[in-house]
């Protein structure tokens, strides 16, 4: 037999809220990790998930290269007809 929430009056309000982290403070949060810091650790410090750390260390490289305060590192898709853009 399946059961409701029948004595709940509302639904649950997640408090999480997403952020956007700038290239500086994502280089700021692997420079934590490689002082000797775990992944699960670092993640629960900075709240965030351990695969978003997994993708900031892979990407190291390109965050080096990126101004400081840039906060995605894609542009987007391309216009489907550049042309017009112009």
């Known amino acids: ?6 004595h709940k009056l509302r639904a649950n309000v997640t408090t999480k809220r997403r952020r956007q982290w700038s290239a500086r403070e994502k280089l700021m949060v692997i420079t934590y ?4 810091h775990s992944k699960r650790s ?6 965030i998930e351990p695969k978003q750390l997994r993708e900031w260390i892979s990407n190291k490289e390109r965050l080096l290269k990126a101004v400081p305060y840039i ?4 542009t987007g ?10």
């Open 1 to 6: 037999m399946v059961r409701g929430n029948f």
């Open 33 to 36: 990790y490689e002082r000797g």
């Open 42 to 47: 670092t993640a629960d410090k900075f709240n």
């Open 71 to 74: 906060q995605k590192l894609t």
């Open 77 to 86: 898709a391309r216009p489907k007809y550049p042309q017009l853009a112009l």
